[in-house]
């Protein structure tokens, strides 16, 4: 998984409790990105960093935050979780934005709320 | 919003032949598009990509094509394998919010049988 590791890999939750996802890369790209992946959606981008305190917003946004302190960490927030909100979780990285676009994929968290 | 559906959720292959795989996208055409594969339990694994001015693609076993007129990608794999055997996902990538996001379909199951 080139470089990418997701923290914790599994995780079981209660409804309303808050939950912090990390990932980590010693590959020095500067995009990182955290999706989540449901049966019948597919794989949906949630926030995204184009840099070291940049970052925007996704498709799916609602209920998450992100911060990104250091070009190596990005860290994923639900504040509060809810059901809808069991998941995998996909971080991935990418060198660049535009033709050479990349991405490279961590092992992914699998989150339970209960 | 960009709408991508890939032609079934499951192909059943004989192995030795060749695997097609359809991708049709809505609303604008994409700058790039570019395919994953992913095995259960992991992320995405980035396979090949192709430009909007390329008729097609190839690396190894695999063969992308990509029709802006009808909106649509084929990807093949000829000389299929066991080891083919996984979840394909196709994703294009348009610009947004200054930089360029990938949004993903929800993939084709491949099972190549012996």
């Excluded at chain 1, 500067?30 to 070291?52: A, C, E, K, N, T």
């Excluded at chain 2, 095995?39 to 990509?66: A, S, Y």
């Amino acid at each position: 998984d080139a470089g990418i590791t997701q923290s914790p890999r599994h995780k079981v939750t209660e409804t309303g409790t808050p939950v912090t996802l990390r990932c980590h890369q010693t590959e020095n790209h500067r995009y990182m990105y955290w999706y989540r992946q449901d049966p019948g959606h597919g794989l949906r981008l949630i926030h995204y960093s184009y840099g070291v305190k940049d970052t925007d917003k996704g498709e799916v946004s609602d209920g998450y935050s992100v911060s990104r302190s250091k070009t190596e960490d990005f860290l994923l927030t639900l504040e509060s979780a809810t059901s809808s909100q069991t998941s995998v979780y996909f971080c991935a990285i990418s060198e660049s934005s535009g033709s050479h676009n990349e991405q490279f994929f961590g092992p992914g968290t699998r989150l339970t709320v209960l | 919003s960009q709408k991508i559906e890939q032609n079934s959720e499951a192909l059943n292959i004989q192995e030795g032949k060749t695997a097609t795989l359809t991708c049709n996208y809505t609303n604008y055409s994409p700058a790039y598009l570019q395919w994953y594969r992913q095995d259960p339990g992991r992320g995405p694994v980035f396979l090949l990509l192709i430009r909007e001015n390329e008729k097609e693609k190839r690396k190894e076993r695999l063969k992308v094509t990509f029709d802006t007129t009808l909106k649509q990608s084929l990807f093949h794999i000829t000389a299929s394998q066991p080891a083919d055997s996984a979840t394909y996902l196709c994703a294009l990538l348009y610009s947004g919010a200054g930089s360029y996001q990938l949004t993903f379909g929800k993939g084709t199951k491949l099972s190549v049988i012996p």
